[in-house]
């Protein structure tokens, strides 16, 4: 499991970023989510890198 935590604003970002950051169930800053460790999540958690932090 790892902790996907958002560090930066959603806001200015692309459309598809701010829907990466939905699906990864993160809704504000400082809002953290424990998910899976597949390659899908660290796909998704790659994209939207400069927004979040990652905890393994």
Do not use: F, N, W
């Given at each position: 499991?790892?902790?996907?935590?958002?560090?930066?604003s959603k806001i200015g970002c692309k459309p598809d970023?701010?829907?990466?950051?939905?699906?990864?169930?993160?809704?504000?800053?400082?809002?953290?989510?424990?998910?899976?460790?597949?390659?899908?999540?660290?796909?998704?958690?790659?994209?939207?890198?400069?927004?979040?932090e990652v905890v393994e």
């Amino acid at each position: 499991m790892i902790k996907v935590k958002q560090k930066k604003s959603k806001i200015g970002c692309k459309p598809d970023q701010v829907k990466t950051l939905e699906a990864l169930g993160l809704r504000r800053i400082g809002h953290v989510k424990e998910h899976d460790d597949t390659a899908v999540i660290r796909g998704m958690i790659y994209k939207v890198r400069h927004l979040v932090e990652v905890v393994e």
